[in-house]
C-alpha cells in the first residue's frame, strides 16, 4: 500500500510542476528520504493534495519533520 501511495504522490507532485526525473530514475529532486518522510508525517492515512503540497514546500525549504 505505502509503494503505491509513494508512486501516486510522485505522480502528483510532477504534476504540479515538481522537477522532473531522468528517465529511468524514480527521483524528483527531493532526495531518497522524502517519500518515507511524506508517509512517516501521515501514518494513519493518506495526507490531502494541499498538505502533500505544503509538505513538499517545507522539505524544500529544510523544515524537515
Request: charged share 25%.
Amino acid at each position: 500500500m505505502k509503494e503505491i501511495t509513494a508512486l501516486q504522490t510522485l505522480e502528483f507532485l510532477r504534476s504540479v510542476g515538481g522537477p522532473q526525473p531522468s528517465p529511468g530514475l524514480m527521483t524528483d529532486g527531493l532526495g531518497s528520504d522524502f517519500l518515507h518522510a511524506l508517509l512517516a508525517a501521515f501514518p494513519d492515512r493518506e495526507p490531502t493534495t494541499e498538505e502533500i503540497v505544503a509538505f513538499e514546500r517545507g522539505y524544500r525549504a529544510g523544515r524537515r519533520p
